[in-house]
């Protein structure tokens, strides 16, 4: 099977890759890392298992984040699940004998300041308990590590341990995985709205027919709280535009994935490095972000996060406002007139970005961009996911909001939501990560921004 929309119905729209089902044990809407690691782990568990993707398997910021696939700065509650992940990557790798664009090359953060590097032992602090790989490097160290850059930094956090993976081509990759494994992926279908009957959800309703599904997980990604709201769930979830770069082929003078105050970067596959803006990010205004405000000041009074607000979002995205809030089952949704969410870059950005890595490297000569593109990034006032089941509407669950990390966490969320369908003690601690968070009266608390 080939990912990606090639052929096209006469009104315009893509033109589905395989029949529908009538019934299935569980239906997933979205094609991302979440949701194509749950069909592969259920069609593992001999669940019978549908994805419904309204676009093309990871057309959004699941082939469009920086690859890291890393413990490092991760919030507690994650740590034990990001190291789950990192061994399943290895074994998913194996299984599409080496396809994924694995590689263990460490991530870096890197301290202009020693009350950054006190940060960082903080941060290992917290993590001692499980025994990570990270560990403090003094200028030397990380000057040696980072390939004698120019630049001011004192010492670093580094883990050795920690992975990449070529988004782009790992999520397809694992996609055909699970549909050989007896997945089915049905691209340029929107599941318009769940099914329901007697107080449960019985199913979906996609802009081709109804599945009936015994259980349902929305990983819709920026497109969740849309969808949520729609069936009278509220969650305060928002997206912000992040830009990235790839350069063209460079000379190799730096193996790690690093990230300071300014700029992230990692090499690739191709010879080239992905560059991207650290803490920066661009909120769109619109509705929803009006509404959820409040519950953002706290994270905003950190100071840890750099995000601008930008003119109202454009004409189709989840949170403009001429987008619909409320549709019904037989007629079209925001999500078949919308079927790629596919912000334009920031060229001022991408510009500073190769500006900045010429400078670290002058040794390296002119950095040519070979491509750049941004993603929305789906994020949560306390910077962790939402991954429950939704106590209004009994047998769906949700898994969104994964702020940025997604990408590395993906297999191990996947492997949970599977056991979480099937009824299954999933081995971690998901508190954190209940939505009650945002209704119950509990104090938020920022995860790091590390």
């Known amino acids: 099977m080939t990912f990606g929309i090639s052929a096209f119905r006469p009104d315009g729209a893509p033109l589905p890759n ?45 082939s469009r984040n920086w690859g890291w696939i890393r413990v490092q700065g991760r919030d507690r509650s994650e740590i034990p699940i990001t190291l789950e992940a990192q061994e399943l ?23 202009r300041t020693d009350s950054d590097m006190e ?38 956090l580094h883990t050795p341990t920690d992975m990449k993976a070529e988004p782009w081509i790992a999520v397809p990759e694992l996609a055909r995985l699970a549909e050989s494994d007896g997945a089915r992926i049905i691209e340029g279908c929107a599941v318009r709205t769940l099914d329901r009957a007697a107080g449960r959800v019985t199913g979906v309703v996609t802009e081709l027919g109804r599945i009936r599904a015994e259980q349902v997980v929305l990983a819709g990604g920026a497109w969740s709280s849309l969808f949520l709201r729609r069936h009278g769930v509220d969650i305060p979830q928002l997206s912000v535009r992040s830009t990235v770069l790839a350069t063209g082929p460079l000379p190799q003078v730096l193996a790690t994935g690093a990230v300071d105050d300014r700029m992230a970067m990692r090499p690739r596959e191709d010879g080239g490095y992905t560059l991207a803006p650290s803490a920066y990010g661009e909120l769109f205004l619109g509705p929803d972000a009006l509404r959820h405000v409040r519950r953002y000041l706290p994270l905003a009074m950190t100071g840890e996060f750099d995000v601008h607000l930008r003119r109202p979002a454009p004409r189709g995205y989840p949170d403009a406002i001429s987008t619909p809030r409320q549709w019904s089952a037989g007629e079209q949704s925001p999500f078949e007139r ?12 991408v510009s500073e970005l190769t500006r900045r890595f010429a400078q670290l490297y002058p040794q390296v000569g002119a950095v040519p961009v070979q491509t750049a593109w941004a993603g929305m990034i789906d994020v949560l006032p306390d910077v962790v996911p939402v991954v429950d089941h939704v106590a209004a ?44 968070r945002f209704t119950d009266g509990s104090r938020l608390r920022p995860g790091p921004n590390l």
């Open 89 to 111: 990557w290895k074994a998913l790798d194996t299984d599409t004998h080496g396809r994924l664009g694995l590689r263990q090359i460490g991530v870096t953060y890197l301290a």
């Open 393 to 436: 509407l009994p047998g769906l669950i949700v898994a969104t909001g994964m702020c940025g990390h997604g990408f590395g966490i993906g297999p191990a969320f996947g492997r949970i939501l599977c056991y979480m369908v099937r009824g299954q003690s999933t081995g971690h601690d998901l508190g954190r990560f209940t939505m009650a």
């Open 18 to 62: 395989a029949p529908l089902p009538d019934a299935v044990d569980l239906a997933i809407i979205g094609g991302g890392v979440i949701g194509i690691a749950t069909a592969l782990f259920a069609a593992r568990a001999g669940l019978s298992v549908v994805v419904l993707e309204k676009g093309r398997v990871a057309g959004e910021q699941s």
């Open 119 to 156: 940060g960082y032992q903080r941060w290992l602090d917290i993590a001692a308990p499980f025994n990570v790989s990270s560990h403090l490097s003094d200028r030397a160290a990380m000057r040696e590590l980072m390939g004698e850059p120019n630049a001011p930094w004192v010492g670093a």
């Open 338 to 349: 919308m079927r790629v969410l596919n912000p334009a870059p920031n060229a001022e950005k």
